[in-house]
T-cell receptor, first 115, second 115 residues
Framework: SQTIHQWPATLVQPVGSPLSLECTVE??????LYWYRQAAGRGLQLLFYSVGIGQISSEVPQNLSASRPQDRQFILSSKKLLLSDSGFYLC??????????????FGPGTRLTVT | AQSVTQLGSHVSVSEGALVLLRCNYSSSVPPYLFWYVQYPNQGLQLLLK??????LVKGINGFEAEFKKSETSFHLTKPSAHMSDAAEYFC?????????????FGTGTQLKVEL
């Protein structure tokens, strides 16, 4: 069966510090991968998605970036965090199979607090 | 383009009462529709999905949803609420437009279950 991992689970970082969040998927190949952010009291905002190694699409211009160095690894980064980067970050995957109904499966999330 | 509207950001029911969470969608192509549940500080879990087969879809934890094309609705119901159903619920639509199988999420409905 497929599983998705995210780490760290929680993170407290000062303004201006760098960020690296990691997501890995097991039990599937060539998944689509996604990064979302949930700010307090708000819905899900799609940040980035990837259909393959090195292929990243950005949905929202910001000081965050994403990379996909391996098929099942997705990394969210920032060089300098802002207070507004605080939130709950979720990684998700979906299947590229032709008969897939394109549902996404989510990881446990990372709670980021920028102080 | 696709969009989802969830009516009621907060819904409160008594334990044992009917749960009804509303979702209306807009899609330029035949939609795939989903309901997800999120417990505090956790990722989203797929409750059920509509993929153009049966219009009444049964999911986990006793939830079901009915696709009504004429009303562009996909409301989530459960005959008898349980305390453990207290969570946030998200409706989502996939328009199969390619580009990574993106989902468009509603803003969520917080369900409270009272004794």
């Amino acid at each position: 069966s497929q599983t998705i991992h995210q780490w760290p689970a929680t993170l407290v970082q000062p303004v201006g510090s760098p960020l690296s969040l990691e997501c890995t998927v097991e039990g599937t190949s060539n998944p689509n991968l996604y990064w979302y952010r949930q700010a307090a009291g708000r819905g899900l905002q799609l940040l980035f998605y990837s259909v393959g190694i090195g292929q990243i699409s950005s949905e929202v211009p910001q000081n965050l970036s994403a990379s996909r160095p391996q098929d099942r690894q997705f990394i969210l980064s920032s060089k300098k965090l802002l207070l507004s980067d605080s939130g709950f970050y979720l990684c998700a995957w979906s299947s590229l199979l032709a008969r897939s109904s394109y549902e996404q499966y989510f990881g446990p999330g990372t709670r980021l607090t920028v102080t | 383009a696709q969009s989802v509207t969830q009516l009621g950001s907060h819904v409160s029911v008594s334990e044992g009462a009917l749960v009804l969470l509303r979702c209306n969608y807009s899609s330029s192509v035949p939609p795939y529709l989903f309901w997800y549940v999120q417990y505090p500080n956790q990722g989203l879990q797929l409750l059920l999905k509509y993929t153009s087969a049966a219009t009444l879809v049964k999911g986990i934890n006793g939830f079901e949803a009915e696709f009504k094309k004429s009303e562009t609705s996909f409301h989530l119901t459960k005959p008898s609420a349980h305390m453990s159903d207290a969570a946030e619920y998200f409706c989502a639509v996939s328009g199969l437009t390619g580009g990574g199988n993106k989902l468009t999420f509603g803003t969520g409905t917080q369900l409270k279950v009272e004794l």
